[in-house]
Nanobody, 126 residues
Framework: QVQLVESGGGLVQAGGSLRLACAAS????????MGWFRQAPGKERDFVAA????????QYADTVEGRFTISRDNAKNTVYLQMNSLKPEDTAVYYC???????????????????WGQGTQVTVSS
């Protein structure tokens, strides 16, 4: 069982930056691949970024490639999402998720992930 708690959301102006953090419980954090998803009001939950357990492999949605960076600190059981050059369309609730299913399962699919956090709100004003 893994518990995930996101933090770092807030209100920021367009062009600004935020860093989200997701703290995980448990002793085997490095065995989990981690993902970030987001859900805007009235829309489906979409993939944002993912990182392998070792941190060597990362994947990004086209909409955030070059602006967002996912990273992790396995010693702190934490995964981060650095968000730069934020746009109003980045406004959403951001969720982190964890999976131990392995690389055969697509990072971009919600069904790959077994554990989810409660989410943190990010609002980007124009």
């Amino acid at each position: 069982q893994v518990q995930l708690v996101e933090s770092g959301g807030g209100l920021v102006q367009a062009g600004g930056s935020l860093r989200l953090a997701c703290a995980a419980s448990g002793r085997t954090f490095s065995s989990y691949d981690m993902g970030w998803f987001r859900q805007a009001p009235g829309k489906e939950r979409d993939f944002v970024a993912a990182i392998s357990g070792s941190g060597r492999i990362t994947q990004y949605a086209d909409t955030v490639e070059g602006r967002f960076t996912i990273s992790r600190d396995n010693a702190k059981n934490t995964v981060y999402l650095q968000m730069n050059s934020l746009k109003p369309e980045d406004t959403a609730v951001y969720y982190c998720a964890a999976t131990s299913r392995g690389v055969r399962y697509p990072y971009t699919s919600m069904s790959t992930y077994d554990y989810w956090g409660q989410g943190t709100q990010v609002t980007v004003s124009s």
